[in-house]
């Protein structure tokens, strides 16, 4: 059962990173060897620390501990493209020292480590995180990005308005993370890592879900067709559903509880996308929703919890009942036992009677016959 257990937290994990991997290779096919060697320095930072941090807590470094290599991918595949190197290391050495292993490490993982980088480097850089390249600039290994513009996730949030056909969308051809905007290709991860079961199936829908109510409730624009499509498009939404908000290791296990916090998540994001206009609140929402995740897993772990006591107590009652019946039973038995016992000595009996009658019988009258021969 652990073997089992254990093989399938590695096969999660590096169905994951495969698909990352496929983002991440869409994204060198746009933007160039630059953010390759942003991807190599998030995983290999992340690796290490990774690797220290165990050892520091004198614990054995598994294999199960690769978790950390999704976790820089995640994170190189949300900076904009040609970004200063330090920015997405950074990111990742507190992604997993902080956000990850001072709460315990893999099993005890409370945030999403990707997320909680991200927001470290989005309020210490915030400037650099939110101005892209144009799609197609080519940028080298010691190069940086030149000409910058906002992403087209601002211009929604802010104008309700974006110019682009359906073709740029599913492709990715407009401005923001570099593994974020190929729509086709985050499709296609959904619905193999659901299909294989590595992502939170309660979360996901549940995000989705909140985000289509609230689009067809609250469009930010006059067609709600529009507003559906530029909703999970832009501002990480898609990308963040599937990679953070459907983390099965920080969402509830059972789907009806998950399926509360991918909604609420979702909810929320979209009603400050309304009022503030917040690049990229999925992300953001995910890690202060934190308290709802470990809130609806106690509740889950106490229903479970009450659930194998009444278990217990109904086996125990069926056990009594049982035992009763039992007794019951025997006691029937004694009964006929004694009655079987009682006939019996009392045939017994007169059977020993009958016997000594005859025999006294036998002897009188071997007795007289002597006084006869005596006489």
Known sequence: ?????????????????????????????????????????????????????????????TADNLTCVSDGLIISLMMPAGIDYKIPVMACIFANVVGKNIFGGRKNIIFSPAAVGYLFALTSWKDKLNMYPLPFARIGIREQAKELAVSASYTFNTTGKLSLSDYDILLGNFCGGVGTVSILLLLISAVILLFRRDISLGAFVGAVAGNVFMSVVCPVTSDISDTLKYVFTTNMTLFATIFIISDIRTTPHKSYYSFYYGLFTALISYALLLTTGIENLSVIIAVLLTPLALAL?????????????????????????????????????????????????????EISGNNVSAVSFEAAQIGEGDISENA
């Open 1 to 61: 059962m652990l073997i089992n257990k254990a093989k399938k937290e590695r096969f999660v994990w590096l169905d994951i990173t495969i698909t990352l991997a496929a983002l991440q290779l869409m994204a060198y096919f746009y933007y160039g060897l630059h953010t390759v060697v942003t991807a190599f320095a998030c995983v290999a930072f992340s690796f290490v620390c990774e690797y220290i941090s165990v050892r520091l807590s004198n614990k054995k470094f």
């Open 297 to 349: 897993k106690k509740l889950e772990d106490k229903i479970k919890y009450l659930k194998s006591t009444e278990t217990i107590v109904e086996t125990v009652k069926q056990n009594n009942e049982l035992s009763e019946e039992i007794a019951a039973d025997i006691s029937v038995e004694n009964d006929d036992i004694s009655e079987i016992a009682s006939d019996a000595i009392k045939e017994i009996n």
